[in-house]
C-alpha cells in the first residue's frame, strides 16, 4: 500500500519570502501522480499543482513549483513571493495512475503567512 | 458556477438519525468519489463510482452506503448517524484519463450529536 508523509505539521513564513514543504512517499510502483493540494480556511480543496513521474522536469505553477526526487521518493512544494492568500493547510497526495480510483493524502502541513 | 457543489454546506443531526449529502458536478467527468476528512488524518475515501452502474467501497465504508442516480449525481447516506462521523465530508469527481485528477466539491460539515 501507498503510504504519504508530510513530516512539518505547521510552518510560517514572512510575506514576499519563500517557503518549502515537504513530502516523501512509499509505492512500488514505477509510473504514477503526485499532487499539491490548498485547504484555506474556506476549507475547498483547491489543486495547486500536479507531477507525472515518468516527467523528469519539475512541475511549476506561477510562484508554486516542486522538487521532484524519484530515486528518493520525494516531492515537495516550493512558495515563492510568499503572500497572505497563501495561508491554508496543504496536502500532499498520490495516484497511482492508470486509472487507479484512489487518492492517498499526507496529514498536511499548515501554513501561516505574516505579515 | 461551481463545477462540483455540495448540499448541505452545514448540517447538525442526532445520534440515530438517517441523513443523505448530496453531489452534483457539471464537469461531464465519469468518476465519483466521496471522502472523509477528520482533524490530523487528512482525507480518507468512504466509496467510489466509475458510472452510473459501478459503485465501489472505499478504505472506510463501514456505516455508510451511496447512490449514483446519474452520471452528475452522487449521493452519501448515513443509515444511523453516530457522534464519530461527526467530520468534514468532500465530494470528489475525475475523468476517466491517465491522469485521473481529481477536482473537490466545496464540502459538507456534519455534526452528530
Known amino acids: 500500500a501507498q503510504t504519504v508523509t508530510q513530516s512539518q505539521p505547521e510552518m510560517s513564513v514572512q510575506e514576499a519570502e519563500t517557503v518549502t514543504l515537504s513530502c516523501t512517499y512509499d509505492t512500488s510502483e514505477s509510473n504514477y501522480y503526485l499532487f499539491w493540494y490548498k485547504q484555506p480556511p474556506s476549507r475547498q480543496m483547491i489543486l495547486v499543482i500536479r507531477q507525472e513521474a515518468y516527467k523528469q522536469q519539475n512541475a511549476t505553477e506561477n510562484r508554486f513549483s516542486v522538487n521532484f526526487q524519484k530515486a528518493a521518493k520525494s516531492f515537495s512544494l516550493k512558495i515563492s513571493d510568499s503572500q497572505l492568500g497563501d495561508t491554508a493547510m496543504y496536502f500532499c497526495?498520490?495516484?497511482?495512475?492508470?486509472?487507479?480510483?484512489?487518492?492517498?493524502f499526507g496529514k498536511g502541513t499548515k501554513l501561516s503567512v505574516i505579515p | 458556477d461551481a463545477d462540483v457543489t455540495q448540499t448541505p454546506r452545514n448540517r447538525i443531526t442526532k445520534t440515530g438519525k438517517r441523513i443523505m449529502l448530496e453531489c452534483s458536478q457539471t464537469k461531464g467527468h465519469d468518476r465519483m468519489y466521496w471522502y472523509r476528512q477528520d482533524p490530523g488524518l487528512g482525507l480518507r475515501l468512504i466509496y467510489y463510482?466509475?458510472?452510473?452502474?459501478?459503485?465501489n467501497k472505499g478504505e472506510i465504508s463501514d456505516g455508510y452506503s451511496v447512490s449514483r442516480q446519474a452520471q452528475a449525481k452522487f449521493s452519501l447516506s448515513l443509515e444511523s448517524a453516530i457522534p464519530n462521523q461527526t467530520a468534514l465530508y468532500f465530494c470528489a469527481t475525475s475523468a476517466a484519463t491517465h491522469t485521473d485528477t481529481q477536482y473537490f466539491g466545496p464540502g459538507t460539515r456534519l455534526t452528530v450529536l
Open positions: 497526495a498520490f495516484n497511482s495512475g492508470a486509472g487507479s480510483y484512489q487518492l492517498t
Open positions: 463510482s466509475f458510472d452510473v452502474k459501478d459503485i
